[in-house]
C-alpha cells in the first residue's frame, strides 16, 4: 500500500503523462480547446476512491497541488461532468445501449487491458456495491440514517493466482449469476485473456454453462452441484463426468479431488477490493455509477500491479512479475 500510494501521488510522474495526453486531445481540434486531460481526470477520480472524498473536496484538494505544476485544475462541476464521459467511455458503451446490447439490467461490461502472457486460473463470482451510503453508529444510535438506495451487484471474472480483476459486469440487483458467466468469459477471451480453468460456485452450473465453457470451447469448469444431482451428461460429456465425481465422494473428500479449494480465493479478491476500496458508490446517476466503479477496479488493478512487482511470486508458487 505504500508503494501503491506513492506512484499515485507522485506528480512528477504524472504531469508529464497530463500534458503529453493533453496536446494530443487538441491536436487539429476545431474550437475552443481542451483545458484539462482524460488523464488528469481519471488520476483525480482515483484520488476520491483512494481517499473517499467528494467532488468538491477532491477539486479542492487537488487544485493547489497542480497549481504548482503549472497545471489549471477542474471545478468539482467540471471532475463530475468529465468523469461521467470517461466511465463512460471506458465502459466502451452507455448504460441504456448496455440495457439494449447485454440484456435488462446490465449497466456495463467491461474487460480490463491487464493481458500477459500465460494462461491464467480465473473464477466467476458476483458481490454488492452498496448504494446507501450508510454510517453504522447513525443506524446504532439513533436507529436512522440515509435513506436506502439498494444494490449494484458487481460481476468478475478474476485472476485466481494474482487477484486481479479481468472483466467485469455492473448490474442492478435483479440481474442472475449464470448468464454473466458465459457473457465475461466470451468478452475476455475476445480481447485476449488466456485461460484454461474455470472456478465457479453452484449458481453457475447450468447446463448452458457447462455446455458454453466445456463442449464449445474446451475449457475445464470446476464447480459445484446441488445435493440431489444425477450424474447425467445434459450434453456435455465433462458435467456428466463431474456430476459422477460429486455423487461417489463426500464432500470433503470431493474438495480435494475437484480442486474446488481454490475457488475460494475468488472471494478474496472481492474481501481486497473492498478492504482498500469500499464497498459503497456514492454516486446517484447511473453514468457516474459506472464511472466511480470503473475507477474502483481499475485502482484494484494497479494496486496489484504494484504488490506482483514487490512479491513476485504467489502462495501458489505462480510467478506474477
Same mark, same amino acid.
Given at each position: 500500500m505504500v508503494e501503491f500510494g506513492k506512484t499515485m501521488m507522485s506528480l512528477g510522474r504524472w504531469v508529464p503523462i497530463f500534458r503529453k495526453d493533453l496536446a494530443e486531445m487538441n491536436r487539429g481540434k476545431v474550437g475552443r480547446p481542451y483545458d484539462f486531460s482524460n488523464s488528469l481526470i481519471f488520476w483525480m477520480m482515483q484520488i476520491m476512491v483512494m481517499t473517499g472524498l467528494s467532488f468538491r473536496l477532491t477539486a479542492g484538494m487537488t487544485g493547489p497541488l497542480l497549481g504548482l505544476f503549472g497545471l489549471a485544475s477542474p471545478s468539482y462541476s467540471r471532475l463530475q461532468e468529465r468523469a461521467s464521459a470517461i466511465g463512460e467511455s471506458i465502459a466502451g458503451i452507455t448504460a441504456s445501449a448496455s440495457e439494449s446490447s447485454y440484456g435488462k439490467g446490465v449497466l456495463a461490461l467491461v474487460v480490463c487491458d491487464n493481458l500477459i502472457g500465460r494462461s491464467r486460473r480465473v473464477g466467476v463470482d458476483s458481490t454488492g456495491l452498496n448504494l446507501s451510503d450508510t454510517t453504522m453508529w447513525r443506524q446504532t444510535k439513533w436507529k436512522t440514517g440515509p435513506k436506502k438506495r439498494g444494490w449494484l451487484?458487481?460481476?468478475?471474472?478474476?485472476?485466481?493466482?494474482?487477484? /486481479?480483476?479481468?472483466?467485469? +459486469?455492473?448490474?442492478?440487483?435483479?440481474?442472475?449469476?449464470?448468464?454473466?458467466? =458465459?457473457?465475461?468469459?466470451?468478452? +475476455?477471451?475476445?480481447?485476449?485473456? &488466456? $485461460?484454461?480453468?474455470?472456478?465457479?460456485?453452484?449458481?453457475?452450473?447450468?447446463? /448452458?454453462?457447462?455446455?458454453?465453457?466445456?463442449?464449445?470451447?474446451?475449457? &475445464? $469448469?470446476?464447480?459445484?452441484?446441488?445435493?440431489?444431482? +444425477?450424474?447425467?451428461?445434459?450434453?456435455?460429456?465433462?458435467?456428466? /463426468?463431474?456430476?459422477?465425481?460429486?455423487?461417489?465422494?463426500?464432500? =470433503? /473428500?470431493?474438495?480435494?479431488?475437484?480442486?474446488?479449494?481454490?475457488?475460494?480465493?475468488? @472471494?478474496?479478491? $472481492?474481501?481486497?477490493?473492498? &478492504?482498500? $476500496?469500499? @464497498?459503497?458508490?456514492?454516486? &446517484?446517476?447511473? @453514468?457516474?455509477?459506472?464511472?466511480?466503479?470503473?475507477?474502483?477496479?481499475?485502482s484494484f488493478n494497479r494496486y496489484k500491479a504494484t504488490r506482483a512487482g514487490i512479491m513476485k511470486i504467489t502462495g501458489n508458487q505462480v510467478v506474477l512479475a
Amino acid at each position: 500500500m505504500v508503494e501503491f500510494g506513492k506512484t499515485m501521488m507522485s506528480l512528477g510522474r504524472w504531469v508529464p503523462i497530463f500534458r503529453k495526453d493533453l496536446a494530443e486531445m487538441n491536436r487539429g481540434k476545431v474550437g475552443r480547446p481542451y483545458d484539462f486531460s482524460n488523464s488528469l481526470i481519471f488520476w483525480m477520480m482515483q484520488i476520491m476512491v483512494m481517499t473517499g472524498l467528494s467532488f468538491r473536496l477532491t477539486a479542492g484538494m487537488t487544485g493547489p497541488l497542480l497549481g504548482l505544476f503549472g497545471l489549471a485544475s477542474p471545478s468539482y462541476s467540471r471532475l463530475q461532468e468529465r468523469a461521467s464521459a470517461i466511465g463512460e467511455s471506458i465502459a466502451g458503451i452507455t448504460a441504456s445501449a448496455s440495457e439494449s446490447s447485454y440484456g435488462k439490467g446490465v449497466l456495463a461490461l467491461v474487460v480490463c487491458d491487464n493481458l500477459i502472457g500465460r494462461s491464467r486460473r480465473v473464477g466467476v463470482d458476483s458481490t454488492g456495491l452498496n448504494l446507501s451510503d450508510t454510517t453504522m453508529w447513525r443506524q446504532t444510535k439513533w436507529k436512522t440514517g440515509p435513506k436506502k438506495r439498494g444494490w449494484l451487484k458487481l460481476h468478475a471474472l478474476s485472476d485466481v493466482d494474482s487477484g /486481479e480483476i479481468l472483466a467485469y +459486469a455492473v448490474t442492478d440487483d435483479s440481474v442472475g449469476d449464470a448468464p454473466l458467466l =458465459r457473457l465475461l468469459v466470451q468478452k +475476455a477471451s475476445e480481447a485476449g485473456h &488466456r $485461460f484454461g480453468i474455470v472456478y465457479a460456485d453452484g449458481a453457475y452450473a447450468s447446463d /448452458e454453462n457447462w455446455i458454453y465453457l466445456c463442449r464449445d470451447n474446451d475449457y &475445464r $469448469f470446476i464447480t459445484s452441484f446441488k445435493s440431489n444431482t +444425477a450424474p447425467t451428461n445434459n450434453g456435455s460429456a465433462a458435467r456428466g /463426468e463431474a456430476a459422477r465425481l460429486w455423487c461417489s465422494l463426500p464432500y =470433503r /473428500e470431493w474438495v480435494k479431488v475437484s480442486g474446488y479449494g481454490t475457488r475460494w480465493k475468488v @472471494e478474496c479478491v $472481492f474481501s481486497d477490493l473492498k &478492504r482498500i $476500496f469500499g @464497498e459503497t458508490v456514492t454516486a &446517484r446517476k447511473k @453514468e457516474n455509477m459506472i464511472a466511480q466503479t470503473v475507477t474502483k477496479i481499475d485502482s484494484f488493478n494497479r494496486y496489484k500491479a504494484t504488490r506482483a512487482g514487490i512479491m513476485k511470486i504467489t502462495g501458489n508458487q505462480v510467478v506474477l512479475a
